[in-house]
């Protein structure tokens, strides 16, 4: 289990640090290490950290007034121009609206969601939807979650 978090962790280190505009070699899910540009470092250094949650990515983000987590349905870093899942956790109170952005304010396009969940196996705390985003560009893409109380944010790679 501890290497398998290693392993996801330096993923996203490497997702980071891409240079905007350049897909990096490999398979799907894997990036080799590149020099980073400035703008890419500067904007990657506040990324999430990731863990494993049976067999599944996770990222725990920034709350204010909540809570938050993220459940990855595709590994990080993510490919640009392919659909991939998010479900989310976050407490709070109210519906909740996610935008993704680059620094440059790029945003990604939201296919569908947020869509409530009843429930589901993965346990974290606060309220779950599902979401999916298609990604123009590679960076590092800030996802803002805003509840009519708490707001929340997460950072992750795109290659």
């Known amino acids: 289990m501890r290497s398998i978090v290693v392993v996801v962790v330096l993923v996203l280190a490497a997702g980071c640090a891409g240079t905007p505009g350049t897909a990096a070699p490999g398979k799907a899910g894997t990036a080799a290490p ?30 204010r007034g909540a809570e938050v987590w993220g459940l990855l349905f595709a590994p990080a870093p ?19 609206t ?33 979401t999916g985003f298609v990604f123009p560009k590679p960076g590092c893409w800030r996802f803002d979650l805003t509840r009519t109380r708490g707001t929340g944010q997460v950072r992750l790679p795109v290659r």
């Open 78 to 96: 993510f490919e640009r121009g392919r659909e991939v899942k998010i479900v989310w956790r976050m407490t709070g109170e109210g519906p909740l």
């Open 98 to 130: 996610v935008t993704a952005t680059l620094p440059d304010g790029t945003r990604a396009r939201r296919t569908f969601g947020p869509e409530q969940h009843g429930g589901s196996t993965w346990r974290r705390p606060g309220d779950e939807w599902g």
């Open 34 to 63: 590149t020099s980073a540009g400035p703008a890419v470092a500067a904007a990657c250094s506040g990324a999430s950290g990731l863990s494993a949650a049976g067999g599944l990515p996770e990222v725990r983000g920034e709350g």
